[in-house]
């Protein structure tokens, strides 16, 4: 992960370099760093462990000023989060920030030690300052270098880096890690995405993998690693001028949750016309491709990935379409068997996610009628990949756990389920879907009415060590959801469980201290998800329902019943999402924990 900022200028630079860097913070917190080419050509390096509000009273009292710099906020994977970890690494006359993984990095360290250079961390990213410096030396000519220290390495890599040889420039490769060139007045810009660079340039050129690039402020040479001075294309950014901030909310979370009724009502707007949803709303010709589609294998992680499985869900339940969905992580190294006409869907929030990118690139050599991508971000990695593209139009999403993301991508998943029910035996799925959809902004309404109940009940979890949440059906994967959202913000371990699945393991863990959340649409599946929560009260667990059931309960029962608002069976995993984000978000308010960077984590997960 980490994320990469730099800039080269006519003015200084340091507080530049703060604003880009704290616009990457949601890429990794662990640490932040920099590193300046000062007036008389020194390279002053600042570093911290944590946020860069940290690094930024530190740069105020240092005396590193320059026209010239990089900045880094690190993800830890090698090494812990310690100061001697944190980016940039040195090496005599270079400075390196980087962001990747690099595989061969205990051979280039033997390579290194053999030349009598001395590591000072336990990252796999200083091999690439002491490679640089070795080539530097070696070549004397920046590009040469760069393309040297290319060559030897094996894995990912995003590398911004400056030199006191050529004070005025940035160095830069990249290899399966995004790496952005901003195009100032007078300066340009160095950044892994595009939103780092929204208040200093429009115009940007997106370096593809195996190139390298020497960058002044006024300036900017591509290389491919044959040494190959390339023409790259200078794009304008799509991207609006969204100011991000909380406004009235306290948290990032809160105000993701809340966004969510616009984009349903936004999506709908969009999306369907007069006569039910428009044409080819997945990229052009797309309903006739998915008219023909006989499987999808669907691959996401995360919370994408539990989008994925209620997809699937969905569209098993009206069509004859098989579909798969898998982690990202599992597809890419597996044999994966590839039946005619099936549709590839990557699902993710960010489009930089590295297993799912991994995942599509493999997806494109398998014979896939398609690779349609349900992406937030319109200029990511992801969305370049692909043949066709869904944007879900959820705006910037800034707090780690994703919520309004989530929502957008089941909003598309059921537009895409409305196509494709145009195949099924079914009468008048499409119109069912339409309906149900229409209902939604009102019954959303409703849900968020219920927050002060929640806000309650979560009380009864602050001090639990374990949670259970069942579903059954579509509600399963809302399970998965749940848990997910309450152990990432919570730090309490919970587990989501297909509600038959409790008694053939689970159950042992039920005691009179472990809180079961039952998830329970009033469905045809709605007896089964009571019988086995009979199973946990019979074993004393503390039992919450939230269901638009009405349940008759004795007066020594001590279950918790949520009355849910009622509404249609298509649209139920996106209604009873809501209320468990509310769940752990007071939860996390409970116990005051760091809600929108929860400890360990980071947005966007560009390291496999
Ligand atoms: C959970 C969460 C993660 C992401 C996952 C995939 O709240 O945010 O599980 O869903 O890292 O990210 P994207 O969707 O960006 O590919």
């Given at each position: 992960m980490c994320g990469i900022f730099g800039v080269v200028s006519s003015q200084q630079v340091q507080s530049s370099l703060i604003d880009g860097l704290s616009k990457l913070e949601y890429r990794g917190y662990d640490s932040a760093g920099l590193s300046i080419l000062t007036a008389n050509n020194k390279i002053k390096r600042v570093r911290c462990v944590g946020k860069v509000k940290n690094l930024k009273s530190l740069l105020v009292k240092s005396k590193s000023r320059g026209v010239c710099g990089i900045a880094h906020t690190r993800w830890a994977t090698h090494g812990e989060p310690i100061l001697k970890n944190s980016h940039p690494h040195n090496s005599k006359c270079v400075s390196i920030a980087h962001n990747g993984i690099i595989e061969n990095a205990d051979e280039l360290k033997k390579f290194l030690l053999k030349k009598k250079y001395k590591f000072t961390s336990d990252t796999d990213s200083e091999v690439i300052a002491h490679l640089l410096n070795y080539f530097v030396v070696y070549h004397n000519d920046a590009t040469k270098a760069l393309i040297a220290v290319t060559k030897k390495l094996q894995g990912s890599y995003a590398i911004g880096g400056i030199c006191d040889k050529w004070p005025g420039t940035l160095l830069v490769a990249c290899n399966g890690s995004p790496l952005l060139i901003g195009i100032g007045n007078d300066e340009n810009y160095i950044s892994s995405d595009m939103h780092a660079l929204s208040n200093k340039s429009e115009k940007f050129i997106l370096l593809s993998d195996m190139e390298i690039a020497t960058i002044t402020k006024d300036t900017v040479d591509v290389f491919s690693q044959s040494g190959k001075k390339l023409k790259k294309t200078i794009s304008n950014s799509t991207k609006s001028n969204i100011e991000i901030s909380k406004g009235t909310y306290k948290h990032f979370m809160r105000k993701e949750i809340y966004e969510q009724y616009d984009i349903v009502v936004n999506a709908i707007k969009n999306k369907i016309g007069a006569y039910g949803l428009l044409p080819n709303i997945f990229g052009p010709n797309s309903d006739k491709l998915l008219l023909k589609t006989k499987h999808i294998h669907f691959v996401a992680c995360g919370t994408s990935y539990n989008a994925a499985l209620i997809a699937k869900y969905w569209i098993e339940d009206v069509t004859d379409i098989v579909c798969t969905a898998e982690i990202a992580s599992e597809y890419r190294y597996r044999t994966v068997n590839v039946p005619k006409g099936t549709l590839f869907v990557a699902i993710s929030q960010s489009g930089e996610t590295a297993d799912t990118i991994y995942s599509a690139k493999k997806a494109k050599t398998r014979g896939y009628s398609s690779l349609l991508s349900i992406c937030n971000v319109p200029e990511s990695s992801l969305t370049r990949l692909s043949d066709l593209v869904y944007l879900?139009?959820?705006?910037?999403?800034?707090?780690?756990?994703?919520t309004k993301a989530f929502t957008s991508q089941l909003v598309a998943l059921l537009f895409m389920t409305m196509v494709l029910s145009?195949?099924?035996?079914?009468?008048n799925i499409e119109k069912t879907i339409l309906k149900q959809l229409k209902s939604l902004p009102s019954i959303l309404k409703r849900t968020f009415s219920l927050e002060k109940i929640i806000k309650t009940i979560a009380k009864n979890f602050k001090n639990k060590k374990h949670t259970l949440f069942l579903g059954r059906g579509a509600s399963y994967p809302i399970a998965l959801e749940a848990a997910l959202k309450l152990k990432e913000i919570t730090y309490i371990h919970a587990e989501g469980y297909a509600a038959g699945e409790l008694k053939h393991g689970p159950l042992a863990l039920v005691d009179k201290n472990l809180p079961v959340v039952g998830l329970m649409p009033d469905n045809n599946l709605v007896n089964q998800v009571l019988s086995n929560l009979a199973e946990v009260k019979a074993r004393q667990g503390l039992v919450y329902i939230f269901t638009n059931k009405k349940l008759k309960n004795s007066k020594t029962d001590k279950t918790k019943v949520v009355s849910m608002p009622s509404c249609g069976h298509f649209v139920s995993p996106i209604v009873y999402v809501i209320p468990m984000q509310l769940l752990a978000y007071y939860v996390a308010i409970e116990k005051k924990t760091n809600i929108d960077q929860p400890r360990n984590l980071a947005k966007s997960v560009t390291v496999e």
């Open positions: 879900t139009h959820a705006g910037p999403e800034i707090s780690v756990a994703s145009r195949t099924s035996s079914l009468k």
